[in-house]
């Protein structure tokens, strides 16, 4: 299922930061921009996301339930240095919630590059 966060990415978002957790899924994202230059709209991204990858979850646990909570919660990162904490927090998600030791052993964790 990680694999559909980065598949737009450099598209119509750019990706920094994903992972995927038992309970939640978390993205730090920035809506790119159409060639007219209006940026993509955040909510639809987000909509995206969740349809694609409640489609492949359900197609791996042969189920057709509900997959994600209709809400979402975004924050606008205005900064550099709030951009890098939120990457941060969704690195160590997976050694908060103690499943791993180092963020790095967690397999449904994407960086990207510059991290």
Known sequence: ???????EHGNR???F???VMA???QV???ATQTERGWSFDPASILTSLKESSALEVRKRLGGNGRVWQDETFTVELRTQEILDGKCEFVRQNSVRSQVVKKPEDYAW????ARM
Do not use: G, I
């Open 13 to 15: 978002y750019a990706l």
């Open 23 to 25: 309970d939640h899924a």
């Open 1 to 7: 299922m990680l694999d559909r966060f980065p598949e």
């Open 28 to 30: 730090v994202l920035q």
């Open 17 to 19: 930061a994903a992972v």
């Open 109 to 112: 964790l994407w960086l990207s």
